[in-house]
């Protein structure tokens, strides 16, 4: 069915058809919600799930029941299909070939009517879907309109009870402010009852971002993790430089004796110029090596200094920020609520990032 039932389904289509009278009547959509949820009317994830079609879904159970939302409601209120309507070419890709799917205005719509039992009538769902269109209350003034609010924790912040994320709720006087919606649609939700301010939660955050961030940065002029920068004379020793000056050391012995065999008459001149040609060439061969390995240590220190530098300025941008920029945003992984004396939040500090 239509996302919540089959048309034949008697049993669901009887919520189906309570959820349009509740609005017809002049429910709002979250009391509704919130009668539903408090006569643990089953939800569309356990109904399929009881019907053996268990889909996957963002829903989480709160005392082993998942909850009707907001969006639940809607979803059913504005679906002309439980009206007996079926609809097709609701989308179409851009082009052929093409992933990408476009949405299609409802004129363009197909509509195939009477292919199924109705729910509920064409005449109540036209009713619901005007009143739902309704301007609300605050709408209908002449007020100006109101500035955007940023908001660094959308789906940041959740309730630590059901797990659900908060509502960011406009207040008066810029008094913004987080509440758990699961509280609002549940008259027994254990979730917390009180208004997390927007301006106390981000003096909460920054004050936590900036005692970790001395954690993670605090040595960053001694090293990363606390550990000195290493120096040159304390590099340790490679094997393969050893190897070189040995292997060096054995060509110059050997040049020494084709030498002293040429001036005993054991070498012709052509013989002993060729043989001191290939040592030689052997020769500065190794000792390009030995360049190579002897000025590695001074680059690996140079990119240990660089990364240090830039720890060190995100370390100091973190320590002079007075609000939640979105780049502070993007260090902060999730934060919990519990009540409004107790917070978790977790960080996410990523080295390349910094």
Not at 131 to 155: F, I, W
């Amino acid at each position: 069915m239509c996302g919540y039932l089959t048309p034949a389904d008697e049993e669901a289509a009887v919520v189906v058809r309570r959820i349009s009278a509740m609005a017809l009547s002049g429910m709002c959509i979250s009391a509704i919600a919130a009668v539903l949820n408090n006569e643990k009317a089953e939800t569309a994830s356990e109904y399929h799930e009881r019907h053996g079609h268990a889909r996957k879904g963002r829903h989480r159970p709160v005392e082993g029941k998942t909850l009707w939302m907001d969006s639940n409601v809607r979803r059913i209120l504005t679906d002309e299909r439980y009206t007996g309507v079926q609809i097709l070419c609701k989308t179409k890709r851009a082009k052929i070939g093409s992933g990408k799917i476009i949405k299609l205005p409802e004129s363009e719509w197909l509509r195939f009517p009477d292919l199924h039992d109705a729910v509920i009538s064409a005449e109540d769902f036209l009713k619901t879907k005007e009143l739902l269109a309704r301007p609300k209350a605050s709408e209908k003034t002449n007020q100006p309109k109101r500035e955007p609010v940023y908001t660094p924790y959308s789906q940041k912040i959740r309730c630590g009870c059901c797990g659900y994320a908060l509502e960011f709720m406009r207040g008066n006087n810029r008094q913004h402010y987080y509440r758990c919606k699961t509280q609002r649609l549940v008259d027994s939700s254990p979730c917390f009852t009180g208004k997390l301010y927007l301006d106390e939660i981000n003096d909460t955050v920054l004050s936590a971002l900036k005692v970790e961030a001395r954690k993670q940065f605090g040595h960053a002029k001694k090293g990363s993790v606390g550990k000195p920068v290493p120096s040159v004379n304390h590099v340790p020793k490679y094997d393969e430089s050893a190897k070189l000056s040995a292997r060096l050391s054995g060509l110059e012995n050997r040049m020494i004796t084709l030498y002293e065999n040429y001036v005993d008459g054991l070498l012709s001149k052509q013989s002993y110029l060729e043989a001191k040609s290939k040592c030689e060439d052997e020769q500065s061969l190794i000792e390009s090596k030995m360049k190579e390995l002897s000025e590695r240590p001074v680059s690996v220190v140079a990119e240990t200094k660089q990364i240090l530098v830039q720890k060190q300025s995100a370390l100091d941008s973190i320590l002079s920020a007075n609000e939640v920029t979105p780049e502070i945003a993007s260090l902060i992984k999730c934060v919990t609520v519990y009540d409004v004396n107790r917070i978790e939040i977790a960080f996410a500090f990523i080295d390349s990032a910094l």
